[in-house]
């Protein structure tokens, strides 16, 4: 299994980027996929997950109603639109596999994770 990430780069605070994740090597409707991100000095922490086989999504509070997150199942790519993008928002994301809870309704258990691309916003 590879996952693999691009898009990160540098904006000004209120930009948007769009982050890609191509994931290799399985079924993904068995799984979910998720985005993460890791700031300076801080832990890792969940951003954004989907559970493949529906589409359902979930977001953390702080980037609800600023970051979207898609499929694309033909290709086997996971999306992240970021928008109106603050200085907080900096940091390393990571694309990850993870796996669906036992009601399959839930993310959890991200055990295959990308390398990570910089995402960094500018006040």
């Known amino acids: 299994v590879q996952v693999v990430e691009s898009g990160g780069g540098s904006v000004q605070a209120g930009g948007s980027l769009r982050l890609s994740c191509t994931a290799s090597g399985l079924d993904l409707d068995d799984y979910a996929m998720g985005w993460f991100r890791q700031a300076p000095g801080?832990?890792?922490?969940?951003?954004?997950?989907?559970?493949?086989?529906?589409?359902?999504?979930?977001?953390?509070?702080?980037?609800?109603?600023?970051?979207?997150?898609?499929?694309?199942?033909?290709?086997?790519?996971?999306?992240?639109?970021?928008?109106?993008?603050?200085?907080?928002?900096?940091?390393?994301?990571?694309?990850?596999?993870?796996?669906?809870?036992?009601?399959?309704?839930?993310?959890?258990?991200?055990g295959t994770w990308g390398q990570g691309t910089q995402v960094t916003v500018s006040s």
């Open 42 to 110: 801080k832990e890792r922490e969940g951003v954004s997950c989907i559970l493949w086989y529906d589409g359902r999504s979930y977001y953390a509070d702080a980037v609800k109603g600023r970051f979207t997150i898609s499929q694309d199942n033909a290709k086997n790519m996971l999306y992240l639109e970021m928008n109106s993008l603050e200085p907080e928002d900096t940091a390393i994301y990571y694309c990850a596999v993870g796996d669906l809870n036992s009601d399959y309704d839930g993310c959890v258990d991200f």
